[in-house]
């Protein structure tokens, strides 16, 4: 299915037909798409012969991708994509011939200001995808501010963080993204003719932090290696140097290279035989994509094979 086949559909999934090389479908394999969102890449592994149990934790996403689902013989999942192996065996699958992730906020998220994601319109401080749990005004009114200051560096890469920190702790409390957005231009500074607004940084850091998100892409990550069978292909869009590095790193050790994993996860010790083939090279969108879909431009698709080789009970791979 190329880009053209998607346009009656509401949001432009990205790297589309690049994802679909990745995963070379051949019909009757069975295909989970972590991330269903609008339907988009689901859609497009069903009509390429795929059987696709798609999973979102947005509970809008599911009710509204429902017909959609059903339309293309989609078996739609409420949960989070780390439980996949879970939610799977619950349905008597233990192996699967390919996962695709489209990690981050949603499109459909960040357009319903009634989410609370954006800054570009007003409303109600939330951010959570799952739609219940901690929200961010929760967080931004009630957290110290040593730990608003770590987050929004950590998460939001914000190199003035302690400023807007004590900013949002000054202008407790916080309701609305129209009032954070504002706490965080005043605090930074903000010209009408700045290429980026001030505030994104800050938006992403506080998302990330809601959601867990880096921490649910690990646990994805290890997820998806027990689950995939030998032969078998993980394709993942990330949208930011966070994700990506994450998944780079994840990919690199795990197919037998060097670098570090991540602090909540075990590194491949030098023994242990290499659970994915040496990942193919990174991905970026083209310019005629560009042109038709700019959320595409800091898109970065990874795509690697998984290996014959067994995963150990403590997550990391046994030779």
Do not use: C
Not at 278 to 292: C, F, I, M, N, W
């Amino acid at each position: 299915m190329s880009l053209s086949d998607a346009d009656t559909a509401p949001h432009i999934p990205v790297l589309l037909d690049e994802v679909l090389h990745a995963l070379a479908i051949t019909p009757g394999e069975i295909h989970v798409d972590g991330t269903f969102g609008a339907g988009g890449y689901s859609r497009a592994m069903a009509k390429a012969g795929a059987t696709v149990y798609a999973l979102d934790r947005d509970p809008d996403a599911i009710r509204e991708g429902q017909a959609v689902a059903d339309a293309h013989g989609i078996t739609l999942i409420a949960g989070e994509f780390s439980r996949m192996a879970e939610l799977l065996a619950e349905r008597g699958i233990d192996k699967v011939s390919g996962i695709t992730l489209d990690i981050g906020v949603s499109s459909m998220q960040l357009d319903r200001a009634d989410r609370g994601f954006s800054f570009q319109s007003d409303g109600p401080l939330l951010m959570t995808m799952s739609q219940d749990g901690m929200s961010a005004a929760d967080f931004l009114n009630n957290a110290p501010e040593e730990e608003i200051a770590n987050i929004l560096y950590r998460y939001g890469e914000e190199p003035r963080s302690r400023r807007v920190a004590r900013a949002i702790v000054e202008a407790r409390p916080l309701e609305r993204t129209g009032q954070l957005a504002h706490v965080i231009r005043r605090a930074l500074g903000h010209k009408p003719h700045d290429k980026k607004d001030p505030a994104t940084r800050a938006f992403q850091a506080i998302r990330i932090h809601v959601n867990r998100e880096l921490e649910e892409l690990e646990r994805a990550l290890e997820a998806a290696e027990a689950l995939l069978e030998e032969g078998g292909r993980l394709a993942i869009v990330s949208f930011h140097s966070l994700e990506d590095r994450i998944v780079k790193q994840f990919l690199r050790n795990r197919s037998g290279g060097e670098g570090g994993w991540s602090r909540h996860m075990p590194e491949k010790r030098a023994a242990d035989a290499p659970t994915f083939a040496k990942p193919a090279k990174a991905v970026r969108a083209g310019d005629a994509e560009l042109a038709r879909n700019p959320r595409a431009r800091s898109a970065t698709l990874r795509s690697a094979v998984r290996t014959s080789a067994p995963v150990s009970s403590s997550g990391s791979p046994r030779a």
